[in-house]
């Protein structure tokens, strides 16, 4: 995370606090001191029950995005894995598909790198990638396997370009989804509840009120800020890296400036 990242955190949770703060003072208005008292039994008891329905409701969609996250760091090393595997493979082909499935997998790793991961932080993906993708594929049009390790490295990179396929497409899928506005809507209405109860006890303390009020609403903040980077893995704050792909164009060039086509270290 950059210091940009930090900062947008300070302010995110400043701004809770702030308005955790304001919520207190208004329900201190509302009610007076003694009524507040007379009502520490039901207060209490809806306290608990709301906060543990929320406590459980923020901690599933917290572990929700970062479970996701996870998940699309996976899936990118698998799909940078693929295009390897592919490039290595192609190594055992006669020309000129050799040199053709080459250029396109060299090609569609700059694509993803330089471009399509820019955009699919917009939910655009790029149709020149998508190009590209298709130009692996089609890399194969007309050729027959003639000797015995052509025959046996065939089926091997039919099977990786459409693993290649599968991940990118799972990685399309992740970008074009986040948090669902609903959740957002519950997890907001929840935090303004779970808050404003603290402003239900009567504390003769103003300062101590502050700090209560304070700590709810930092341990709340947290949490949300969590789900706004862990829920959107290719946008914002906390992005998965498209280095992987990056990684593969070393490997590529690596391999093209060996002599005798010897495989390089991954």
């Known amino acids: 995370m950059t210091l940009e990242a930090y900062v947008n955190c300070g302010l995110f949770i400043m701004g809770g606090i702030a308005a955790g703060l304001v919520l207190v003072a208004c329900a201190r208005r509302l009610f007076d001191a003694e009524v507040l008292r007379s009502a520490h039994d039901v207060t209490g008891s809806l306290l608990a029950v709301t ?43 006669r020309e000129p598909f050799r040199s053709r499935l080459h250029e396109q997998c060299r090609k569609y790793a700059a694509s993803v790198a330089d471009h399509e991961w820019a955009a699919m932080a917009a939910n655009r993906p790029s149709r020149e990638t998508r190009v590209l993708m298709v130009g692996i594929s089609r890399a194969l049009d007309g050729y027959e396997p003639q000797t015995e390790v052509e025959k046996a490295v065939f089926p091997l990179l039919v099977e990786q370009i459409s693993e290649l396929w599968r991940h990118r497409r799972e990685r399309l899928a992740t970008s074009s989804q986040g948090i669902p506005t609903i959740e ?82 991954h």
């Not at 706004?228 to 992987?244: C, E, I, N, Q, T």
């Open 51 to 93: 906060g543990t329905l929320y406590a459980v409701t923020l901690g599933m969609i917290v572990v929700d995005a970062m479970t996701r996250f996870e998940q699309a760091v996976d899936t990118v090393q698998q799909e940078s894995n693929c295009l390897v595997e592919t490039f290595e493979l192609a190594d055992r082909i």
């Open 184 to 265: 957002w809507i519950a997890l907001f209405f929840g935090a303004i509840m779970t808050v404003l109860f603290t402003g239900l006890f009567a504390i003769d303390h103003a300062r101590l009120h502050v700090v209560v009020t304070a700590m709810v609403a930092l341990t709340i903040g947290l949490n949300l800020y969590l789900v706004s980077l862990f829920g959107y893995p290719y946008a914002g704050d906390l992005s998965v890296s498209a280095d992987p792909f990056r990684h593969d164009l070393v490997i590529f060039d690596e391999w093209r400036s060996q002599a005798g086509g010897a495989a390089p270290t």
